[in-house]
């Protein structure tokens, strides 16, 4: 996978994230992950105040837990600064793959997002958010996807960025050559003025598109979607991807697609930045949180024994995938 490792230490002292408050959408953390929280709340307002485009990636196993982690970050985003400086939008590619071309699942999901998003305030915060930056939003995306869909031209390369040598094959006066010029061509204009539009998004507020599911999709469809969020959001100011994976499981998919002789990491390097490794956690008094109705059902421990249910519950677990 992405050679590039990044650990953060949580840097306090700055106050940089924000408390996530409870409420009925925040989830118990049960495994310690309010730390890479942390540090992933750090590594955005750092991105946010910068204006910096940035692919990174969340990196692990099946079943870690990586939406969950997802999830957290996202409460928090929206709760940063009463929702002014980030706006998140969720795209679960799995949900959304009876699209055949990503780019417009990607619109789609953000389109749904908008939409959703307001629940998540109340009071002044909503009616504001409605007013300003929600409905301009919402204008924007839309625009960008009806013009994917009324320019949709059946192209189905694999990859885009071959756009200047498909130009220069077809500078025959052959048609079959000129056509598949003109469909590369308008298709190239099309992801040219959706990028134009979401930058003039993203100039107030910085955008978070949270990638999620992608492992679930199958290869040929995983690979189109890290290419079409590369061509849509690739050194855009102020938009930031983050996108959840299996490290192993897509090199295994890139090898699939390509070969075993492709340089997998090479290839991923052209998508995503850096990645940050997510563990199997460590089981925490979250446990007897949220399953406090089920260990209610035990005796309590004799006085006489010095263990504590939340330290026999993360000695029981260690090591053990959720």
């Not at 106050?15 to 959408?25: F, G, H, I, K, R």
């Not at 298709?187 to 992608?214: P, W």
């Not at 007897?288 to 993360?314: A, C, H, M, R, W």
Request: aromatic fraction near 10%; hydrophobic fraction near 40%; proline fraction near 2%.
């Amino acid at each position: 996978m992405v050679d590039a490792m990044i650990e953060y230490e949580p840097d306090i002292s700055h106050n940089l994230s924000p408390v996530l408050t409870e409420s009925d959408d925040t989830p118990i953390d049960i495994l310690d992950r309010q730390e890479v929280v942390t540090q992933l709340m750090e590594l955005l307002t750092a991105l946010s105040n910068t204006k910096s485009s940035c692919t990174f990636a969340l990196n692990g196993k099946w079943g870690t837990g990586k939406t969950f982690v997802l999830k957290m970050v996202e409460c928090q985003l929206r709760d940063y600064q009463a929702g002014e400086k980030f706006a998140v939008f969720h795209y679960n590619c799995w949900e959304y793959d009876y699209y055949d071309e990503p780019l417009i699942a990607i619109v789609s999901s953000m389109l749904d997002s908008i939409d959703e998003y307001t629940q998540f305030f109340s009071g002044e915060v909503k009616e504001k958010l409605q007013s300003g930056f929600v409905n301009t939003a919402k204008q924007v995306i839309k625009k960008v996807a009806c013009s994917f869909i009324e320019n949709k031209t059946g192209i189905d390369a694999d990859d885009l960025s071959d756009f200047v040598e498909k130009v220069q094959e077809a500078t025959s006066q052959d048609n079959h050559e000129q056509h598949e010029y003109n469909k590369y061509y308008a298709f190239h204009k099309v992801v040219e003025n959706a990028r134009e539009e979401l930058s003039k998004l993203a100039e107030n507020q910085t955008l978070v598109i949270v990638v999620d599911e992608l492992d679930r999709c199958l290869p040929n469809y995983a690979i189109k979607i890290l290419e079409r969020l590369h061509h849509l959001f690739s050194e855009l100011n102020n938009i930031i991807v983050v996108l959840a994976i299996d490290g192993e499981q897509l090199d295994n998919t890139v090898a699939q697609i390509f070969g075993n002789k492709v340089d997998t990491n090479s290839y991923l390097k052209k998508f995503i930045n850096f990645e940050i490794p997510l563990g199997l956690g460590k089981v925490n008094y979250g446990f007897v949180q949220k399953y406090s109705d089920y260990i209610g059902l035990f005796t309590e421990t004799p006085s006489d024994i010095q263990l504590s249910i939340e330290d026999y519950l993360s000695a029981l677990f260690s090591g053990v995938n959720m």
